[in-house]
């Protein structure tokens, strides 16, 4: 649990650039459950089948009955893909800043520190996929839905340029409702950084995967989520940029069935590929493998 934990506070007052390190690799005893009881109740919120929670998180939380995918947490999400014993995380020191002076927005960050154990809305570091080595950064959408601010940017931009650094290809999963409200306009300016960011990572010839949940919206699906070299997505993800409800308003229409759901985007070639979670791991890893180059030792970082 450690290894997700918050940065260290004395660093955060800093001013300079962030630092970035490397974590130690983390403990596959590693119990992220802790707290529930096994023997506890899940409803899919699908079809509202009961199963029990030790059964459901075997399945990766999907439900066995409707196939519908529950969100998971973005350090459950990091089990579920890594080699067991090869994630080590990205150590990225970004002091706070509330440049809105936006009420009570310091005490929510320190309160969702505290009961998610990260540190921000991301987590990112370099692992192992059945093998390969790549970078993968996860959003989490049980910090503040996974928004975008100052630090998500910050975390995203340095997670390509350390892939880069390491010649090794990005992996990113996707789950926000967009830009950071409590940061205003500095949020949306990671829209263009984290794009700036991914240009200048594909033109030094890195690979970037993007792999969109539930949901992807708003400023994160109109920067780095959407200009991927291959965009997996997960069955019935809402991917879109306004909702459904504020469109219908806007152009007093009705949308078409599915709008906005995977399914409907990849018939219309926005997604390459959906993917259920339980085949996340293979694909990813036979991607890595279809892609994987002759990684020059002169680049390459001990890690
Ligand atoms: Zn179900």
């Given at each position: 649990m450690k290894y997700f934990g918050k940065q260290k506070k004395e660093n955060k007052t800093s001013t300079e650039a962030a630092k970035v390190s490397l974590e130690p690799v983390m403990n596959a005893n590693d119990n992220l459950e802790e707290d529930k009881d096994p023997d506890a109740g899940f409803t899919c919120s699908g079809c509202n089948s009961e199963f029990r929670l030790s059964e459901i998180k075997k399945n990766l939380y999907v439900c066995p009955e409707c196939g519908k995918h529950a969100k998971i947490s973005a350090k459950r999400r990091v089990i579920s893909l890594a080699d067991p014993g090869t994630f080590r995380r990205l150590n990225v020191e970004i002091p706070f800043k509330n440049p809105l002076n936006y009420p009570e927005y310091s005490e929510k960050i320190s309160g969702l520190q505290d009961k998610t154990g990260l540190d921000e809305g991301v987590v990112s570091g370099v692992c192992e996929i059945k093998g390969y080595k790549t970078?993968?950064?996860?959003?989490?959408?049980?910090?503040?839905?996974g928004s975008m601010g100052i630090a998500v940017g910050e975390k995203i931009t340095r997670t390509f340029e350390v892939a880069d650094k390491m010649n090794l290809p990005v992996i990113i999963f996707t789950a926000s409702g967009g830009a950071r409200m409590q940061e205003g306009i500095l949020s949306?300016?990671?829209?263009?950084?984290?794009?700036?960011?991914?240009q200048k990572f594909s033109k030094g010839g890195g690979l970037f995967v993007a792999c969109l949940t539930h949901p992807t919206t708003?400023?994160?699906?109109?920067?780095?989520?959407?200009?991927?070299?291959?965009t997996l997505a997960e069955p019935g993800a809402l991917i879109g940029f306004a909702g459904p409800r504020v469109i219908e308003q806007t152009i007093g229409q009705k949308l078409p069935e599915g709008f906005q759901r995977a399914e409907y985007l990849e018939e219309h070639g926005f997604v390459d590929q959906i993917v259920p979670r339980g085949e996340m791991r293979d694909t990813l890893a036979q991607i890595l493998k279809l892609h994987e180059k002759r990684r020059k030792s002169w680049l390459r970082l001990e890690i």
């Open positions: 970078v993968v950064a996860v959003m989490a959408s049980e910090f503040l839905m949306l300016m990671q829209m263009a950084k984290t794009s700036a960011a991914v708003g400023g994160v699906s109109a920067s780095f989520a959407t200009l991927a070299d291959i």
